[in-house]
């Protein structure tokens, strides 16, 4: 009686199984993978915005507070997009002729608020507070990057679950002293291991990863 399979077909299961058990692994990590991907988290997109406002001139080149524009990041869950009116004071004499300022007279005329674009956003389902981290010594820098370098406001950070968790499992390896939160390029006199235990009792800093601080 002849074989009911040719010899070769030893390979093709073995081949075939290696392929299958392959993709069985193999798709689920490419899916991981993609998901933790800029394209996806939206890290590093600088959306366009109604006027080419510059962070490098008002924070580097004038040394502006950030509290100055963002007012409600130490006592509220948002930061705050500033108000037309702080931007007048010091543009009143250029606004009136420039193109640039188009939206800003238009806002003062109307009295609606300049359209910005939103550059870092959470899905509604995520509860965030910056109050909160900001009186615990997670400075800005910590979770936006050098925004005195940005020409253009570009999302630092993914922003995803495993980001805020990774921090929060152990949040000492982050802390700076409250007084310098808005400092960029702030570095940990004496290294961040003894300092950053230090600031954690001082602050009574807990490490939050129940599910219910974020999602409530
Ligand atoms: C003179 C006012 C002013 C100052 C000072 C200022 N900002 Fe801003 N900031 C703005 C305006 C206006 C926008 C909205 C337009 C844009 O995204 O550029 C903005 C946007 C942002 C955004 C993006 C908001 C979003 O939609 O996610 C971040 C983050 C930010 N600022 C951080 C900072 C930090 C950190 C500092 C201090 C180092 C600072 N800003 C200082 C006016 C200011
Ligand atoms: C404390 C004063 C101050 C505040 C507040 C301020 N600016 Fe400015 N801004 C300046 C100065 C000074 C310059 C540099 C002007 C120059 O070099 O020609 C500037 C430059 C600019 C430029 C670039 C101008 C150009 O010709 O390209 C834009 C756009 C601008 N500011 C928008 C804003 C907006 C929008 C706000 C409000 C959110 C704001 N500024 C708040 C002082 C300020
Ligand atoms: C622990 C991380 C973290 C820190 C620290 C932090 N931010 Fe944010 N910021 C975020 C996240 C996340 C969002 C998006 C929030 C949302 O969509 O609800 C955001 C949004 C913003 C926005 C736009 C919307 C809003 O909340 O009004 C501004 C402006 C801003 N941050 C400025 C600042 C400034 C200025 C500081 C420092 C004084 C700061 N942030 C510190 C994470 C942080
Ligand atoms: C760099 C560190 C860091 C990052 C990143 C971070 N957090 Fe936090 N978070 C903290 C610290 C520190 C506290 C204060 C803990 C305490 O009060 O003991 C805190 C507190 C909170 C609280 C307060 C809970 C309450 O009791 O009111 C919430 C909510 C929160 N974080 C959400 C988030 C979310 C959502 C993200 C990601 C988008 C995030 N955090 C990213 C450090 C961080
Ligand atoms: C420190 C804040 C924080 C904590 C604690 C946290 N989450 Fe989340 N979670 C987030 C953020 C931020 C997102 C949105 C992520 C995104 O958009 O990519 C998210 C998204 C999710 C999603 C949507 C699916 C996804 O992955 O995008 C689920 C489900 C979820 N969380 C479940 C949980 C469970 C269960 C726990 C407790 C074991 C938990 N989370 C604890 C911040 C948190």
Do not use: F, N
């Given at each position: 009686m002849p074989a009911l399979f040719p010899p070769s077909s030893n390979r093709t299961i073995r081949l075939t199984l290696a392929v299958a058990g392959a993709a069985i692994v193999g798709i689920p990590l490419a899916l991981m993978a993609w998901v933790r991907t800029p394209a996806i988290t939206g890290q590093h997109s600088a959306p366009a915005q109604p006027i080419p406002f510059d962070h490098r001139i008002h924070?580097?080149?004038?040394?502006?507070?950030c509290r100055y524009c963002h007012s409600t990041v130490e006592r509220a869950a948002p930061a705050g997009i500033p108000a037309t009116a702080v931007c007048v004071p010091c543009h009143s004499q250029v606004w009136?002729?420039?193109?640039?300022f188009a939206p800003v007279r238009h806002s003062l005329a109307?009295?609606?608020?300049?359209p910005w674009q939103r550059v870092n956003s959470l899905p509604d389902f995520v509860f965030f507070n910056h109050a909160i981290h900001v009186r615990k010594g997670v400075g800005c820098e910590t979770c936006h990057g050098r925004v005195d370098r940005m020409a253009r406001v570009e999302q630092?950070?993914?922003?995803?679950m495993s980001w805020c968790l990774d921090c929060h499992r152990g949040p000492e390896r982050y802390l700076r002293p409250v007084e310098q939160v808005?400092?960029?390029?702030w570095q940990p006199p004496g290294g961040q291991a003894v300092l950053g235990r230090e600031l954690a009792r001082r602050y009574q800093v807990s490490r939050l990863t129940n599910c219910s601080a974020c999602h409530r």
């Open positions: 924070v580097t080149g004038l040394q502006i507070d009136r002729d420039g193109p640039v109307t009295g609606r608020p300049i630092a950070a993914p922003l995803t808005t400092t960029m390029g």
